[in-house]
């Protein structure tokens, strides 16, 4: 449980941290996110409505051991290994930040 509270917690630092960078005034901040977005994010699951109205999204950042998320409707970092889970919280700003990005993308479609 250690190493998956651990990696959990990574995550969820390194993305404060990649919101500094996109917020930093020296950097666009979409080819910032965008380019995180294409190299970083496995997969994105959004949730919508019946009208098909986006509600939040579910951000794969790891897979096959351990499988991690960033669920944008709670704002944490969601880490399962085995019969193991744990969730370790992003700042606001940042997990609100990813969500309207993806809204933003979901709308395009």
């Not at 993305?15 to 996109?22: E, H, R, V």
């Not at 005034?25 to 910032?32: A, G, R």
């Not at 995180?36 to 794969?60: G, P």
């Amino acid at each position: 449980m250690k190493d998956l509270q651990r990696i959990c917690k990574s995550y969820a630092e390194d993305l404060n941290d990649l919101y500094k960078k996109w917020s930093d005034e020296e950097y666009d901040e979409y080819e910032n996110f965008y380019s995180w977005f294409d190299s970083d994010v496995l997969s994105v699951e959004v949730t919508s409505d019946m009208s098909k109205r986006y509600i939040c999204a579910s951000v794969c950042l790891g897979f096959g051991g351990p499988n991690v998320y960033l669920n944008t409707r709670t704002g944490y970092i969601e880490g399962y290994w085995g019969n193991e889970s744990y969730e370790y919280p992003v700042d606001k700003e940042v997990s609100d930040y990813i969500d309207e990005r993806i809204n933003e993308m979901w709308e395009g479609y």
